[in-house]
């Protein structure tokens, strides 16, 4: 699998370039997240490892430009960080992503996750495939794919759902503010399970 890994620590880019390389994905690297679109555009990666604490353009910036650029919108994002994904970055940003892991990465970690979106996306185009050939529409047979990958992303939405109400659980009894974020994370997760089933049911 050709990977774009695009983090502003040269030393952690090189380690986990040599980590993907012993696994055998080929892997170059972007540094500074002003020029990562760019670099996407030249290297069209099968899959982007994208840290999210950058300066001076952040990860998040990063993802946007990606999700928005119809060039390079269908390509599956692993967001790299060293923190718990908040309730409002969940809402905001999760149903963008393919995946989330946490640093600091174990080799069999890392290839364990992208061994896990690989299965995920070759799942997803088979759906996509088997709808196609049953007699769908592309719009409709995109409609099966994705909801693929949004129910893998989901999962792991929920999972954090659970970590983000354990870690919080003193604080938000006091704070509002965290109550509606986790309420609005779980109302968004239950939304997009209901919209995955409906369309699931339809799906060959």
Request: glycine fraction near 4%.
């Amino acid at each position: 699998m050709q990977i774009l890994l695009i983090d502003d620590n040269e030393k952690l880019c090189l380690l986990y370039q040599n980590l993907l390389s012993r696994g055998g994905h080929e892997t170059r690297i972007e540094t500074k997240g002003e020029h990562a679109l760019e670099a996407i555009r030249t290297a069209r990666p099968d899959l982007i490892l994208l840290d999210i604490m950058m300066e001076p353009v952040s990860g998040w910036e990063v993802l946007e430009q990606i999700r928005s650029n119809p060039d390079v919108a269908d390509i599956p994002v692993i967001i790299l960080t060293g923190k718990v994904l908040t309730a409002l970055e969940a809402v905001k940003y999760g149903l963008k992503i393919e995946g989330f892991v946490m640093k600091p990465l174990e080799r069999t970690m890392l290839l364990k996750v992208i061994d896990d979106i690989s299965d995920v996306l070759s799942e997803s185009m088979d759906r996509y495939t088997r709808a196609i050939s049953a007699g769908m529409p592309p719009e409709r047979a995109a409609e099966c794919r994705d909801a693929v990958k949004k129910s893998n992303i989901l999962q792991f939405l929920r999972e954090n759902l659970a970590k983000q109400e354990e870690l919080l659980r003193e604080e938000a009894e006091n704070n509002e503010e965290i109550l509606h974020s986790l309420d609005e994370m779980r109302e968004m997760i239950a939304a997009e399970y209901q919209k995955i089933h409906k369309i699931m049911e339809k799906c060959p």
